[in-house]
């Protein structure tokens, strides 16, 4: 069911968890607010958003290479204690996020991230878009802005779809290791390296095959 933004707000407020996470509560609760409460406690997302403001300076750096070479990811994940960043369960999780990054080529950990220039640059696109496809102007600035959101859930990593479990996103993966280890773990940052990028060359699709092993 589609659910109302005041809603998503009023939800976000009482449990501090992710937009989209509260989103989602909504849905499965039937807009129900009490019920998407419990339902996000139950998940251990509003616990998890608790835990936002603590200070997170220890982690780990993951790399991980795919296809002799072809792609390279390097992405830096911090927690707050030596101990936990040495714990399987926080490796595991950082070396998961290094392969999904390879598959789902992010551009950006979080939203705020995305230039301006790029959004801007999106925005027109798709109003052009929109315009080309014979949409009554009036009602074309709000079609932009939804499928803006479409454009974060493409590039923004936190807004992606899990690439071992598409019905989570990245942030709710977070938000669950978060619950489940007890300390705030924050993903600080990422570079990602495919071979020839920006070079004019035959195109092989190594995403794809980053993808395929992923979920092997």
Do not use: W
């Not at 109302?4 to 449990?15: C, F, I, P, Q, S």
């Not at 493409?154 to 990245?170: A, R, Y």
């Amino acid at each position: 069911m589609a659910v109302n933004a005041a809603d998503v707000k009023t939800l976000r407020e009482r449990t501090g968890a992710g937009m989209l996470d509260c989103k989602k509560a909504l849905e499965e609760a039937g807009g129900d607010i009490t019920k998407a409460s419990e339902l996000l406690r139950e998940k251990g997302l509003a616990a998890a958003a608790k835990k936002g403001d603590r200070v997170a300076t220890e982690g780990r750096v993951e790399s991980y290479i795919h296809g002799a070479g072809r792609i390279g990811v390097l992405v830096e994940v911090n927690c707050e204690t030596d101990f936990v960043a040495m714990t399987d369960q926080f490796k595991e999780f950082v070396r998961d996020l290094a392969m999904h990054i390879a598959a789902a080529a992010p551009k950006v950990v979080r939203r705020e991230e995305v230039e301006a220039a790029d959004l801007n640059k999106e925005r027109e696109i798709l109003r052009n878009q929109a315009l080309n496809e014979g949409k009554p102007e009036k009602i074309v600035d709000k079609m932009v802005e939804g499928r803006i959101n479409k454009y974060y859930e493409e590039v923004v990593l936190l807004e992606q779809s899990f690439v071992k479990d598409p019905d989570k996103t990245i942030q709710t993966l977070l938000n669950e290791k978060i619950a489940t280890i007890g300390e705030q773990i924050s993903i600080r940052r990422f570079v990602r390296f495919e071979l020839g990028e920006g070079l004019e060359k035959k195109q092989d699709n190594f995403v794809e095959e980053v993808m395929a092993q992923v979920k092997a």
